[in-house]
């Protein structure tokens, strides 16, 4: 069974950082491509990153580039964004998901506030 | 930027059909998937490159993509289905999704 369980979410000042964490299971994750996906209260999917399988390319939304980085260790099953110069439109439930376009897996979310 | 549209909210009665469109410049040149939302819930892939299902997903649901315009459809419609939905695109190494379409089903 496919599993992905994020976690790291929480309340943080603007211009501060985090890094979200999304432990994988049940497939071969150096296999797919993986992205990140948010969604702000009340508000639509935007889609935040992906990176490849192997991690060799990585994909940002405008929004996010430059202070965002995704990355991912295979060895560990996990992927990562780490975040930066955080502003208050960040504040969103972060889902991490499997794939690059067709996402057929995705967790449960981890919600980052950005607030002072 | 690419930019998909879809209609803020639908509503259709039970038993009948229920189409959500998405719209964007030359879709039908792209692959379209679509995803349920339920309220408190992680989104679900129902539909992925224009018609497939993933395993688990009713035949009830189908789509399809020409012109510029890629369709849900949700054929005999469950109160079960009532749900956000939103369509998906790839353009220029960038993952694109619609606004979002409140299905209501009454």
């Known amino acids: 069974e496919v599993q992905l369980l994020e976690s790291g979410g929480g309340l943080v000042q603007p211009g501060g950082s985090l890094r979200l964490s999304c432990a994988a299971s049940g497939f071969t994750f150096s296999s797919y491509a993986m992205s990140w996906v948010r969604q702000a209260p009340g508000k639509g999917l935007e889609w935040v990153s992906s990176i490849s399988g192997g991690g060799g390319h990585t994909y940002y939304a405008d929004s996010v580039t430059g202070r965002f980085t995704i990355s991912r260790d295979n060895s560990k099953n996990t992927l990562y964004l780490l975040m930066d110069s955080l502003r208050a439109e960040d504040t969103a439930v972060y889902y991490c998901?499997?794939?690059?376009?067709?996402?057929?897996?995705w967790g449960q979310g981890t919600l980052v506030t950005v607030s002072s | 930027s690419y930019e998909l549209t879809q209609p803020p909210s639908v509503s259709v009665s039970p038993g009948q059909t229920a189409n959500i469109t998405c719209s964007g410049d030359?879709?039908?040149?792209?692959?379209a998937c679509w995803y349920q939302q339920k309220p408190g819930q992680s989104p679900v892939l129902v539909i992925y490159q224009d018609t497939k299902r993933p395993s688990g997903i009713p035949e009830r649901f189908s789509g399809s993509n020409s012109g510029n315009t890629a369709t849900l459809t949700i054929s005999g419609t469950q109160a079960m289905d009532e749900a956000d939905y939103y369509c998906q695109a790839w353009d220029s190494s960038t993952v694109v999704f619609g606004g979002g379409t409140k299905l209501t089903v009454l």
């Open positions: 030359k879709l039908g040149d792209k692959y």
């Open positions: 998901a499997k794939g690059f376009v067709d996402l057929d897996y």
